[in-house]
């Protein structure tokens, strides 16, 4: 019989970039439900910080990691880690990225080119191979990666996070039959939401660009949660590989 619940009573969540934006709705909302959730980034105090917030409002489990995404050796070890503190992952949710700044394209030093790559692509792979073998072996789980509309529309300001975020899609693609049919991966591809970064914005420039989105403005970071609240549940038991563009119809 079907449950037509978001219920996570018991289930293990792990949330990479978990301590703010995006990745801080998500782990209220899992934790809301019943989860046991883990959060990680590169700053543990802003991970403990989190935790005490969200574990005050839900009574909760919320376990504080310090993770470097882009680090593929503390990537090895976390998997191993955080499988073993909280008896096996039954979610995990690739949401740790960024997109600095550079000012020109040919100006881009390789020092950033890598930088981008590992946190938005090497390290959610890395993660999602050993999290997820281990998932199938243990018979079966989610994975949710968090990839963004500059993959799909690509511009001249985002060139490294582009490239990687479109190598996460094709990712999600290929770790979804590596894995399946016990282990479902999806991805959600945002458009813009009003994070802690949108703060630096251009306030009066945005608004104007945000016209031209259906919606005609830029996303709270909760409402990203529904998206990814259905993916990594039961209700979504039939939905493997897919791209779930989640922006406001900017993209549209």
Same mark, same amino acid.
Request: aromatic content about 8%.
């Given at each position: ?5 978001f219920d996570f009573? =018991?289930?293990?969540?792990?949330i ?14 899992f934790?809301?439900? @019943? ?6 980034s590169?700053r543990?105090?802003a991970?403990?910080?989190a $935790? ?7 009574? &909760?489990?919320?376990? /504080? ?8 050796e503390?990537?090895? !070890?976390? $998997?191993?880690t955080?499988? =073993? ?10 949401? #740790? &990225?960024?997109s600095?700044?550079?000012?020109? %394209?040919?100006? %881009? ?7 981008? %790559?590992?946190?938005n692509?090497?390290? /959610?792979f ?10 199938a ?5 989610? %994975? ?10 690509? !511009? ?8 990687a975020k479109?190598g996460?899609?094709?990712? +999600?693609?290929?770790?979804a039959?590596?894995?399946g /049919?016990?282990v479902r ?5 945002? @458009?813009t939401?009003l994070?802690?970064?949108s ?12 016209? +031209?989105?259906?919606a005609k403005?830029? @996303?709270? /970071?909760e ?6 609240l259905?993916?990594?549940s039961?209700? #979504?038991?039939?939905?493997? &590989?897919?791209l ?9």
């Amino acid at each position: 019989m079907s449950t037509w619940t978001f219920d996570f009573t =018991d289930r293990k969540i792990v949330i990479t970039g978990g301590s703010r934006g995006l990745g801080f709705q998500m782990a209220r909302a899992f934790s809301s439900l @019943g989860a046991d959730v883990a959060i990680a980034s590169r700053r543990l105090a802003a991970c403990e910080d989190a $935790a005490a917030v969200i574990t005050a409002e839900t009574g &909760g489990t919320v376990r /504080p990691y310090a993770l470097h995404v882009a680090d593929w050796e503390q990537c090895t !070890r976390f $998997a191993q880690t955080v499988w =073993d503190d909280m008896g096996g992952v039954d979610v995990l949710v690739n949401n #740790a &990225g960024s997109s600095p700044l550079y000012d020109s %394209i040919s100006g %881009i030093s390789e020092e950033l080119y890598d930088k981008v %790559i590992g946190l938005n692509l090497k390290g /959610p792979f890395r993660l999602a191979a050993l999290l997820g073998e281990k998932m199938a072996e243990a018979g079966g789980g989610a %994975i949710v990666n968090i990839s963004s509309i500059a993959s799909l529309h690509p !511009r001249p300001a985002t060139v490294p996070y582009s490239a990687a975020k479109a190598g996460l899609n094709a990712t +999600t693609t290929a770790l979804a039959h590596a894995y399946g /049919p016990s282990v479902r991966v999806n991805c959600v591809v945002p @458009g813009t939401f009003l994070t802690d970064v949108s703060h630096h914005w251009d306030e009066e420039a945005f608004t104007e660009r945000a016209q +031209t989105f259906a919606a005609k403005r830029g @996303g709270e /970071p909760e409402e990203v949660v529904g998206a990814v609240l259905y993916l990594a549940s039961s209700l #979504a038991s039939y939905t493997t &590989g897919a791209l779930l563009t989640v922006d406001g119809g900017a993209s549209s």
